[in-house]
């Protein structure tokens, strides 16, 4: 079967707009879990760079911020972050199908769930270069990383790599737009600064031309 004959998957009579709100966020879920943003803010930077458009650790925050509440935003990150919590919970309790309490606190290798989970955090946020970043903030756990379980560290590590990955794209983007503006503006000065030669200049300069003498003579001829 063609894909142009595949029906177009929309669920029907969606409303137009959301008619309730939830209750609470994922960042008052992750707060309750001693997770706050100035804590995953200090992680980020700690494997800043200076890049074009974050020439700073100051610019690097204002814009990691911006796409850290642009990215959280949406419910779908929500709920896969949120996932990873539930499972962090089960396995501290010894609740998860086929893994006993002993194998989820020491993280046994054969427990790759974790890691999965972070990886789609990551993909969903900043797609490739996203899943780059995860597996930097993934094998070296820092700041608050190395002290979350087996779901969380992942899951953060996710959600930070995916935004970090796309504060350095985002700025590299916006670096460049505003110097190209500057280039133009500074064209169009050049421009303006180049003075036209004027109606009287140019009724003057034809009015000498005019009025010079004309020799009927060759050069060198006797009169």
């Given at each position: 079967?063609?894909?142009?004959?595949?029906?177009?998957?929309?669920?029907?009579?969606?409303?137009?707009?959301?008619?309730?709100?939830?209750?609470?966020?994922?960042?008052?879920?992750?707060?309750?879990?001693?997770?706050?943003?100035?804590?995953?803010?200090?992680?980020?930077?700690?494997?800043?760079?200076?890049?074009?458009?974050?020439?700073?650790?100051?610019?690097?925050?204002?814009v990691f911020?911006?796409?850290f509440y642009?990215?959280?935003?949406?419910?779908?990150?929500?709920?896969?972050?949120?996932?990873?919590?539930?499972?962090?919970?089960?396995?501290?309790?010894?609740?998860?199908?086929?893994?006993?309490?002993?194998?989820?606190?020491?993280?046994?290798?054969?427990?790759?769930?974790?890691?999965?989970?972070?990886?789609?955090?990551?993909?969903?946020?900043?797609?490739?270069?996203?899943?780059?970043?995860?597996?930097?903030?993934?094998?070296?756990?820092?700041?608050?990383?190395?002290?979350?379980?087996?779901?969380?560290?992942?899951?953060?590590?996710?959600?930070?790599?995916?935004?970090?990955?796309?504060?350095?794209?985002?700025?590299?983007?916006?670096?460049?737009?505003?110097?190209?503006?500057?280039?133009?503006?500074?064209?169009?000065?050049?421009?303006?600064?180049?003075?036209?030669?004027?109606?009287?200049?140019?009724?003057?300069?034809?009015?000498?031309?005019?009025?010079?003498?004309?020799?009927s003579q060759?050069?060198?001829?006797?009169?």
């Open positions: 079967m063609k894909r142009s004959n595949i029906d177009d998957g929309f669920k029907k009579n969606q409303p137009a707009a959301i008619e309730t709100e939830s209750s609470k966020t994922i960042l008052q879920i992750l707060e309750k879990r001693g997770i706050r943003y100035v804590d995953l803010l200090d992680t980020a930077m700690e494997f800043y760079v200076p890049h074009p458009g974050i020439e700073t650790t100051d610019k690097a925050k204002a911020e911006r796409e642009f990215a959280i935003g949406d419910p779908n990150l929500q709920m896969l972050i949120y996932a990873g919590v539930l499972l962090e919970q089960e396995g501290e309790a010894g609740e998860l199908p086929g893994v006993s309490r002993e194998s989820f606190e020491k993280d046994l290798s054969f427990i790759i769930a974790d890691e999965i989970l972070g990886d789609a955090v990551a993909d969903y946020i900043a797609g490739s270069k996203g899943r780059f970043e995860f597996v930097r903030f993934d094998k070296n756990k820092p700041g608050i990383l190395k002290t979350l379980g087996p779901f969380m560290d992942d899951v953060i590590g996710g959600l930070l790599g995916g935004v970090s990955a796309n504060m350095y794209s985002r700025a590299m983007f916006e670096f460049e737009n505003e110097k190209k503006s500057a280039e133009k503006k500074s064209v169009g000065k050049k421009s303006a600064e180049k003075k036209p030669v004027g109606k009287k200049s140019a009724e003057k300069k034809l009015s000498l031309t005019q009025s010079a003498p004309a020799s060759k050069p060198g001829a006797k009169k």
